[in-house]
């Protein structure tokens, strides 16, 4: 089965600073795709930024962007000019693929992010 | 707009009653999931459906039920045979079972 490792349950930053959460993945798939979704107080989740195992480039996405180190199975995601309005839980997750032929989402345990002004 | 809609927000029952959380998404997308968030944790995959009339247990299913009778609609309901169910209920979807997954607000239920 495969599994994500999140080993910061909290992190904190100062306005316009960069930051940088921390995921690892274990998996033995040749393919497979890495997620990072924002959770802020209000409960929804939401879609920042997708990496594929194949993918040759670092995904970016805005003030996002993902630092995929392949060998290491890391899967790092960096945010530039942190903004108050980042403060939120973040999950990195996994796309896993079922018996039946399905993708699942396998999630880490989160990172809780803190801007302060 | 297109996206998911989850009701109630907040659902307060007593020990050993039913509840059944509402999933509606207008993103004619034709796979949903109902993931499972408990403080400390990850999302954590109840059931899923890839198409009409059709779902899977995923990794928690016991003392949970589902339905797939249209494609917008995949509720679930909470049996009194779910040992702990207090918790947030995520309900997703995404396009053809790939992809990113799209969340609702999520149904907050207390079991008292």
């Known amino acids: 089965a495969q599994k994500i490792t999140q080993t910061q349950p909290g992190m904190f930053v100062q306005e316009k600073e960069a930051v940088t959460l921390d995921c690892t993945y274990d998996t033995s798939d040749q393919s497979y795709g890495l997620f990072w979704y924002k959770q802020p107080s209000s409960g929804e989740m939401i879609f920042l930024i997708y990496q594929g195992s194949y993918d040759e480039q670092n995904a970016t996405e805005g003030r996002y962007s993902l630092n995929f180190q392949k060998a290491r199975k890391s899967a790092n995601l960096v945010i530039s000019a942190s903004q108050l309005g980042d403060s939120a839980m973040y999950f990195c997750?996994?796309?896993?693929?079922?018996?039946?032929?399905?993708?699942?989402?396998?999630f880490g345990t989160g990172t809780r992010l803190l801007v302060s002004p | 707009d297109g996206g998911i809609t989850q009701s109630p927000k907040y659902l307060f029952r007593k020990e050993g009653q039913n509840v059944t959380l509402s999933c509606e998404q207008n993103?004619?997308?034709?796979?949903m999931y109902w993931y499972r968030q408990d403080p400390g944790q990850g999302l954590r995959l109840i059931y899923y459906s890839q198409i009409v009339n059709d779902f899977q247990k995923g990794d928690i299913a016991e003392g949970y039920s589902v339905s797939r009778e249209k494609k917008e609609s995949f509720p679930l309901t909470v049996t009194s045979a779910q040992k702990n169910p207090t918790a947030f209920y995520l309900c997703?979807?995404?396009?053809?079972?790939?992809?990113?997954?799209?969340f609702g607000e999520g149904s907050r239920l207390t079991v008292l």
């Open positions: 993103l004619n997308h034709d796979a």
């Open positions: 997703a979807s995404s396009k053809a079972g790939l992809g990113e997954l799209f």
């Open positions: 997750a996994m796309r896993e693929l079922m018996n039946t032929g399905f993708q699942k989402l396998v």
